[in-house]
């Protein structure tokens, strides 16, 4: 089926949808007052024939009519906002709202960026529609959701340009209450909602505001199931991560469209899924930030590749005193490639502290005795026999097995004259980590520079073997 039609559906179960009477809102959610306008309306602009204002007047009521929107009014005009209030207590997926309460101010910081410390009801959460995601200047926003805590209950509030003219009043009140709080939490709004707020903001000529901390979800997403999903899409985590699939939800591809449609004549029902679309979106953020941090809050009972994955998000942020004990507990349950990648990693980590002999007890525990498809940690350790305990011979085994590691690994990647190679080369689990380096050519067996591909394994296995033949110097011991 495809978007089109899918979007045919949407309108026709809208047209079908009966008017919602006063009072017959959701759950929680609070009474519209009457549909009246305030005092006085959006000035129109030069040249603006009054049938085409009488018409937007008629879009305007007929909005606030048909979605139970209340109005207020701004500097910039008559804004127009649907308001939903959850108790703590309400479940959305795995966790309570309430859960997010209870995050410590430090745990949060691992999620901002640069990291602030500050405590749960200091985060606002932010959500955008907009007419198209290529930004500039005729993407505009139409619908703008903020949730936030006040007391024990989460307040989501929506705003909503029924016509392009009262986007300025809708910028304007969120903006106001953004102000009352020193952090957003977003997904992806870090590049996207907020630099458009800001472009619009310039655009309706009005006082530009500060850039608040911002802890955009999908960042630290990605850093912790990335190895345990192919997308890090939010739909895709709420269904898989979150356990709150999205049932009868409109595409996010299409609600452009549904907006453009309702803007030539199509009923305000039509919008209807859109703002339901936002508010779980909203609700989704909020049970998404406990969700992250449940790695380092119950280390115990994390899996492996997320306790990596959170592991690598604070040392890159800066907690490395906390990410080190991840790092170790996480390697001892990791599969076998992604194991010896993560012990490469925490050896050098260790080495560049200045403790060398804590690096070479990660790198023989990932070694092991078995066959490796990544020679790295054989690489570090050769390298710490060699210059740490002057054991050349111990040096040369172990770059003999990176060398059949390697080896085996550019066989893997090599092409097949018969066509593909059946067994693919594993995949690197971690590309640019700690050290930031780039993938190698294929068939090299690593990356550029790292000393664990074929050429430099020869080359270093050739100068262990003449040292070898001159006179052996005593080995050190590891108490040196």
Same mark, same amino acid.
């Given at each position: ?37 305030p005092a006085h309306s959006a000035p129109a602009a030069p040249g603006t024939e009054p049938a085409h204002s009488a018409a937007v007047e008629r879009r305007r009521r007929r909005a606030v009519a048909e979605l139970g929107l209340q109005c207020e009014d701004t500097p910039a005009g008559p804004s127009y906002f649907l308001e939903t209030v959850y108790p ?247 599969? %076998? *490639? /992604? ?5 490469? $990693? @925490?050896?050098?980590? +260790?080495?560049?502290?200045? !403790?060398? &002999? =804590? #690096? ?10 078995? %066959? *490796? /498809? ?5 690489? $570090? @350790?050769?390298?710490? +026999?060699?210059?740490?305990? !002057?054991? &050349? =011979? #111990? ?86």
């Amino acid at each position: 089926m495809d978007l089109w039609e899918r979007f045919r559906q949407f309108q026709e179960r809208a047209q079908r949808t009966a008017p919602a009477a006063p009072g017959a809102e959701p759950p929680h959610a609070t009474a519209a007052p009457p549909a009246t306008e305030p005092a006085h309306s959006a000035p129109a602009a030069p040249g603006t024939e009054p049938a085409h204002s009488a018409a937007v007047e008629r879009r305007r009521r007929r909005a606030v009519a048909e979605l139970g929107l209340q109005c207020e009014d701004t500097p910039a005009g008559p804004s127009y906002f649907l308001e939903t209030v959850y108790p703590s207590t309400h479940r959305h997926g795995i966790l309570a709202l309430g859960s997010f309460l209870d995050l410590p101010p430090e745990g949060l910081a691992i999620l901002a960026q640069p990291p602030h410390a500050l405590p749960p009801s200091a985060w606002a959460f932010l959500d955008t529609e907009t007419t198209g995601l290529q930004g500039g200047p005729g993407t505009i926003v139409f619908l703008c959701g903020l949730a936030r805590f006040t007391g024990d209950t989460l307040v989501v509030r929506q705003y909503l340009a029924p016509d392009p003219a009262s986007e300025p009043a809708l910028i304007w009140a969120a903006l106001r209450d953004l102000a009352g709080y020193q952090g957003i939490v977003s997904f992806n709004g870090k590049a996207f909602d907020w630099p458009l707020i800001r472009d619009r903001v310039v655009l309706a000529r009005q006082p530009l505001p500060r850039d608040p901390v911002h802890a955009d979800l999908l960042f630290p997403a990605r850093w912790l199931f990335r190895y345990r999903l192919a997308s890090c899409r939010l739909t895709h985590l709420e269904s898989e991560i979150l356990r709150c699939p999205r049932e009868d939800d409109i595409p996010s591809e299409l609600i452009p469209e549904v907006y453009r449609a309702y803007l030539r004549g199509a009923p305000a029902r039509t919008l209807t899924p859109v703002l339901d679309h936002n508010r779980h979106d909203l609700l989704s953020l909020v049970v998404l930030a406990g969700r992250l941090l449940a790695p380092w809050l119950r280390a115990e009972e994390a899996e492996p590749e997320e306790l990596y994955g959170l592991a690598r998000l604070m040392w890159a942020r800066g907690h490395a005193s906390r990410a080190v004990p991840l790092w170790e507990k996480a390697v001892t349950g990791l599969p %076998p *490639l /992604l194991a010896a990648r993560a012990g490469e $990693e @925490l050896g050098r980590i +260790y080495r560049r502290l200045g !403790r060398p &002999h =804590e #690096a070479a007890r990660i790198w023989q525990a990932v070694v092991g005795d078995g %066959p *490796l /498809l990544h020679p790295g940690p054989l690489v $570090e @350790l050769a390298k710490y +026999y060699e210059h740490v305990l !002057r054991d &050349h =011979e #111990a040096a040369r085994q172990c770059t003999l097995r990176a060398l059949e590691a390697a080896r085996h690994r550019a066989a893997l990647a090599a092409p097949s004259p018969r066509g593909p190679v059946p067994v693919p080369v594993p995949p690197d689990p971690c590309p640019g980590a700690v050290t930031r380096a780039a993938p190698g050519p294929a068939g090299a067996g690593a990356s550029p520079g790292s000393g664990a591909s074929v050429p430099e394994l020869v080359y270093r296995l050739r100068r262990l073997e003449r040292k070898l033949t001159r006179t052996p110097a005593a080995p050190r011991t590891t108490d040196a």
